[in-house]
Nanobody, 124 residues
Framework: QVKLVESGGALVQAGESLRLSCVASERIYAHMAWFRQAPGRRREIVAALHWSGGGTYYADPVEGRFIISRDDNKNTVYLQMNSLEPEDTAVYFC???????????????????WGQGTQVTVSS
């Protein structure tokens, strides 16, 4: 059973940067994604990385501000968040697909393993 542990959430001011980390319990051979859920809103995919490392997806609200990356030596996926806005406030979740998934990385239904989430709060 894959275990994912997120960290890095914090309270920051608008315009600042933050980096989230997601450590997997085993080497990553799967799509990885970051989702977020704000109070009263549905969970939404924010960014995703193909298992091969060869493709990324970003939701429109974060395109150009967030960067997803992976460190295979540490079994860790990162989400670098720049120019944060109050609208980015949410609980951020790390998610993993099955190994060598053929699903589109932007498909929200393709992820079956989830972390516990980390809170990001951006003040104006």
């Amino acid at each position: 059973q894959v275990k994912l542990v997120e960290s890095g959430g914090a309270l920051v001011q608008a315009g600042e940067s933050l980096r989230l980390s997601c450590v997997a319990s085993e080497r990553i051979y799967a799509h990885m994604a970051w989702f977020r859920q704000a109070p009263g809103r549905r969970r939404e995919i924010v960014a995703a990385l193909h298992w091969s490392g060869g493709g990324t997806y970003y939701a429109d609200p974060v395109e150009g501000r967030f960067i997803i990356s992976r460190d295979d030596n540490k079994n860790t996926v990162y989400l670098q968040m720049n120019s944060l806005e109050p609208e980015d406030t949410a609980v951020y979740f790390c998610a993993q697909s099955g190994r060598y998934s053929g699903a589109k990385i932007s498909s929200e239904t393709g992820y079956g393993y989830w972390g516990q989430g980390t809170q990001v709060t951006v003040s104006s």
